[in-house]
T-cell receptor, first 117, second 116 residues
């Protein structure tokens, strides 16, 4: 009965390092979203999965950002060659299912705070 | 494209005061509208939502009405408590996105502090 979990909660990286952020959605949730939240800002959409299919990656800021969800459950957001502007909180959200005009609630994890030095 | 504009904070109120946080949106079609809340040290939680014009979402004493004519979804509470201190985010999603993609478009957030 756990909610969405994310790990690590905090990550400090040196500029140029690669990082991997993990999201465990609520069991059985079909949809999974990644958002980026800069300090003092609202979240910004990064990418969307329906099961294992990545249907929208229009929000990924550069080709250094890569996300996967190979078995339709756990997802990983990878950032290669991190830059200072990548410093933000990365949020993961999952929802059960959406169809037609029904709007399902997105449940959010606590986020991973990434600091790039 | 779709966007959300909400009033800037911080907002500071005394306990039992009336709260309004303004939110307006720009969207094609008929978006779904949400208010999320982030309490200190916690993750984002859905506070309330509305999916069509004139719908009123309500929860924990908070209310917001979907106003298509003014493209607004203002958050109100008649009597705030210290425990309502948090950051409030207005957001929208397009229910007709391809692939059932309900990605959320967010406002900047409004910080609320309620003093005893």
């Amino acid at each position: 009965g756990a909610g969405v979990s994310q790990s690590p909660r905090y990550k400090v990286a040196k500029r140029g390092q690669d990082v991997a952020l993990r999201c465990d959605p609520i069991s059985g949730h079909v949809s999974l979203f990644w958002y980026q939240q800069a300090l003092g800002q609202g979240p910004e959409f990064l990418t969307y999965f329906q099961n294992e299919a990545q249907l929208d990656k229009s929000g990924l800021p550069s080709d250094r950002f890569f996300a996967e969800r190979p078995e339709g459950s756990v997802s990983t957001l990878k950032i290669q060659r991190t830059q200072q502007e990548d410093s933000a909180v990365y949020l993961c959200a999952s929802s059960l299912v959406t169809s037609g005009i029904l709007t399902d609630t997105q449940y959010f994890g606590p986020g991973t705070r990434l600091t790039v030095l | 494209g779709n966007s959300v504009t909400q009033m800037e904070g911080p907002v500071t109120l005394s306990e039992e005061a009336f709260l309004t946080i303004n939110c307006t949106y720009t969207a094609t079609g008929y978006p779904s509208l949400f208010w999320y809340v982030q309490y200190p040290g916690e993750g984002l939680q859905l506070l309330l939502k509305a999916t069509k014009a004139d719908d009123k979402g309500s929860n924990k004493g908070f209310e917001a009405t979907y106003r298509k004519e003014t493209t607004s979804f203002h958050l109100e509470k008649g009597s705030v408590q210290v425990s309502d201190s948090a950051v409030y985010f207005c957001a929208l999603s397009d229910p007709y996105n391809a692939g059932n993609n309900r990605k959320l478009i967010w406002g900047l957030g409004t910080s609320l502090a309620v003093n005893p």
